[in-house]
């Protein structure tokens, strides 16, 4: 899986967008960029995913650039319960060799504080 | 539909006994993945099973653990001899199939160690 680097830690004010940045410059071309998040406690909670193309959901959206080595996950009106640790990652779908079987290789993270 | 489902949440052990963690699935999802976090640190992979097969145990620890997802019944992690660095919190996730974007966590069992 490729490597993923994250700021260690960010401040959002409450009700503001909070952009979190990840870099994958190592990203394969087969590789999605996963988002996931974990809340003090919590098991993690998937957020979204996406191959190459800019990705809207309920919870936020994903901004890929067009050479796939960066990516940015917005929440675009953040609330005091979006607080936590998120988790970009970047794996392929599905089992593609004995070392690549769908497992979720988790980094450091970014830890995310929103502040009212 | 009932989420990821793991028991018990909170486990107690003695150092030497034996600590038995069980993780059932999503209905419908055949593919369980455990997880373990140690105090501040990040997750970090164990295994990855199948209905009664494994798949990839390249994170598991070579002595006292061992995993199996049975026909019936749910998923298991079991450590034996516990010793106090297996204190962690212990995640499952399932997903359906091989190809599924999201994998679903449970809430997760923390084991301590005394």
């Known amino acids: 899986d490729a490597k993923t680097t994250q700021p260690t830690s960010m401040d959002c004010a409450e009700g503001r967008a909070a952009n979190l940045p990840c870099n994958h410059s190592t990203i394969s071309g087969n590789e999605y960029v996963y988002w996931y998040r974990q809340i003090h406690s919590q098991g993690p909670q998937y957020i979204i995913h996406?191959?190459?193309n800019n990705e809207t959901n309920e919870m936020a959206s994903l901004i890929i650039t067009e050479d796939r080595k960066s990516s940015t996950l917005i929440l675009p009106h953040a609330t005091l319960r979006d607080t936590a640790v998120y988790y970009c990652?970047?794996?392929?779908?599905?089992?593609?060799?004995?070392?690549?079987?769908?497992?979720?290789?988790f980094g450091q993270g970014t830890t995310l504080q929103v502040k009212p | 539909n009932a989420g990821v489902m793991q028991n018990p949440r909170h486990l107690v052990r003695r150092r030497g006994q034996e600590a038995r963690l069980r993780c059932s699935p999503m209905k419908g999802h055949s593919h369980v993945y455990w997880y373990r976090q140690l105090p501040e640190e990040g997750l970090k992979f164990m295994v990855y099973l199948q209905k009664e097969n494994i798949i990839d145990e390249s994170g598991m620890p070579k002595e006292r653990f061992s995993a199996e997802f049975p026909k019936e019944g749910p998923s298991i992690l079991r450590i034996q001899q516990v010793v106090r660095g297996d204190s962690a919190a212990y995640f499952c996730?399932?997903?359906?199939?091989?190809?599924?974007?999201?994998?679903?966590f449970g809430p997760g069992t923390r084991l301590t160690v005394t």
């Open positions: 990652i970047v794996r392929a779908r599905g089992v593609t060799s004995s070392s690549n079987t769908g497992k979720l290789i």
């Open positions: 996730a399932s997903s359906p199939d091989t190809h599924s974007y999201e994998q679903y």
């Open positions: 996406g191959l190459k």
